[in-house]
């Protein structure tokens, strides 16, 4: 117990070692130390992909492709949500096995819309969220992550994009910001934005929160998303990179083809990634 | 055109140079020269997979997966199929973009069963069956593939089989014989029997014509089928040894759970296959 204890102590919500990472939820912390190798990188899913099922729908595609993490969207659990709501959703997660690390994506147009999605974090009890503040409302959500010491991973978009068409317009944003502020990046449109995933690995380094994970046909505007290991991205380097940096968190694939029929792309996507974690050990 | 023809003068069927391998459909031969990594061990799909499912059902389902490959089973072209029926069988995979490369699991108990299998074979233009003859057939089966230039392919079972419950039994009562006598390694049967399946590639090398290839919840008798990559089988260790070997031939998945209901499994399967030869490349 008291090797947990020291545990605890020595593991900040920042701290990024490979060999230990929380994951928390509602609350309550589990802490993985020395995870066997089979256990790094975990493959979890972005609610998005989900858009067209409910919640027990989800779960069971989840629970048939044994992914245990999520972050869930607001189409599932609603920004404004009661204490009771977010504990029934909670619940109905937790007993299909499913741990809920993120919330998000959530757009954040006013200091409004920071507050409740700070709050929202807070109640759901994730450590990160995953949004989209626009550029004057970031100084604001800087303290808001301070105060809450919840993380921001600022999602980028692809080149259509008005506020963050690639992760470099996030980096720049928030490399000289609270160690808190950081990316979701999203390989898809990074990569349509002309941004290799494993460069944008390398380079942002510690500042990566989070991940979402999926493939385009290729690296232009009009790319199409496609199941994961089809498409042009280069998912050996950037498995490869994850490793070098020790990426802590979770590898979310958002799969965003074939959305009401998704479970053989997802399956295929998910298969990919793993095997392709288990090629490069 | 001069080139081709120099091309396959110098292929023979038993060549395994792992730069070409040559697809064989109802005798007419393509031959692929310096396939680019990503084409080198091509999935296919074991047609045992679809056994609850009919032609169509069975090719939407490969096309979804993006699979072109397949060994036939009875249940869809029954071994007495008149020479129109099995033209119209191939026509309804080549016009899915499928190509029959072999034909199995045929058993073989009698003289005239290796006869209708070797006819069956000629007709449906592939140069190998995927068979399990008697033990005191083998010398009739090698004469056949003597006399049809067709390669036969014993696949083996796990422990619970009489004949072949682990591939050394196969590679045993091959190795001395005609080159076109092999293997169809089954690595979960083999799994099964204690043997490892890339030590059985390292092994039997180019006595290894076909695969079965899936994952088992344990290396005993009692191991269930499950999802490539879920089980005990060392996926990186497998692949590279069939790169090892210059392996020229198909790398066909055999699903054999939630056969009712097969195509996540599948997909997951050919995803991760297809990711531990990515992340092993």
Same mark, same amino acid.
């Given at each position: ?6 545990f ?22 589990i ?53 009771a709501k *977010?504990?029934? #959703?909670? /619940?109905?997660?937790? @007993? $299909?096995g499913?741990?809920?690390? !993120?919330? &998000?994506? =959530?757009?954040? %147009? ?13 109640k759901?009890g ?40 690639n ?45 979402? *994970?999926?493939? #385009?046909? /290729?690296?232009?505007? @009009? $790319?199409q998303?496609?199941?994961? !290991?089809r &498409?042009? =991205?280069?998912? %050996? ?15 979310s ?29």
């Amino acid at each position: 117990m008291s090797n947990r204890r020291n545990f605890i102590k020595t593991t900040a919500l920042s701290a990024t070692a490979a060999t230990f990472y929380p994951v928390i939820s509602r609350g309550e912390k589990i802490f993985f130390n020395d995870l066997p190798e089979a256990n790094t990188l975990p493959v979890g899913i972005a609610d998005y992909t989900f858009l067209h099922f409910d919640i027990p729908q989800s779960i069971q595609m989840m629970q048939r492709l044994e992914l245990h993490f999520m972050s869930i969207k607001d189409f599932h659990l609603p920004l404004d949500s009661s204490r009771a709501k *977010i504990d029934e #959703v909670l /619940k109905q997660y937790r @007993d $299909g096995g499913i741990t809920i690390y !993120g919330v &998000g994506v =959530i757009y954040m %147009k006013t200091k409004d819309a920071v507050d409740q999605a700070f709050e929202y974090a807070k109640k759901v009890g994730v450590p990160v969220i995953i949004g989209v503040p626009d550029h004057d409302l970031i100084d604001y959500a800087e303290e808001k992550v301070k105060a809450y010491d919840i993380k921001l991973a600022i999602h980028n978009h692809g080149p259509e994009d008005k506020l963050y068409p690639n992760p470099t317009d996030v980096y720049d944003r928030v490399k000289n910001r609270d160690s808190r502020m950081g990316l979701c990046l999203d390989i898809g449109h990074a990569r349509r934005a002309g941004v290799d995933p494993s460069k944008a690995v390398l380079q942002y380094g510690k500042r990566i929160f989070d991940l979402h *994970i999926k493939d #385009v046909t /290729k690296g232009e505007k @009009d $790319g199409q998303a496609i199941e994961v !290991g089809r &498409g042009i =991205i280069d998912f %050996k380097a950037f498995v490869k990179a994850l490793r070098k940096i020790n990426y802590p968190g979770h590898c979310s694939i958002e799969f965003e083809k074939d959305m009401k029929d998704p479970l053989p792309g997802i399956a295929e996507s998910v298969g990919y990634f793993k095997g392709v974690k288990a090629g490069t050990v």
